[in-house]
Nanobody, 115 residues
Framework: QVQLVESGGGVVQAGGSLRVSCAAS????????MGWYRQAPGKQRDLVAT???????NYAESVKGRFTISTDNAKRTVYLQMSSLKAEDTAVYFC?????????WGQGTQVTVSS
């Protein structure tokens, strides 16, 4: 079992930067993918970025060049560094971990970009 706890959300002005973090309750080992998804009001939950255990990253087209996903060396925390934020980035950001043959989700953290 893995518990995920996100932090770092908040309100930021358009053009600003913010970093959200997701801490796992145990070290993620074996084949795995860690990622961030987001859900705006009235919309579906969409992929933002993922990173595999081998370090391969994948980004949604809308965030390429602005967002960076990374993990710490202990494989306990996944980060999403967001820059040049836009109003359309406003959403609840969810952490997801695919590991141990299961999918785990965090509770989400609100990111609001004011224009």
């Amino acid at each position: 079992q893995v518990q995920l706890v996100e932090s770092g959300g908040g309100v930021v002005q358009a053009g600003g930067s913010l970093r959200v973090s997701c801490a796992a309750s145990r070290t993620i080992v074996g084949p795995n993918t860690m990622g961030w998804y987001r859900q705006a009001p009235g919309k579906q939950r969409d992929l933002v970025a993922t990173i595999t255990g081998g370090g391969t990253t994948n980004y949604a087209e809308s965030v390429k060049g602005r967002f960076t996903i990374s993990t710490d060396n202990a494989k306990r925390t996944v980060y999403l560094q967001m820059s040049s934020l836009k109003a359309e980035d406003t959403a609840v950001y969810f952490c997801r971990v695919d590991a141990f043959n299961r999918v785990y989700w965090g509770q989400g953290t609100q990111v609001t970009v004011s224009s």
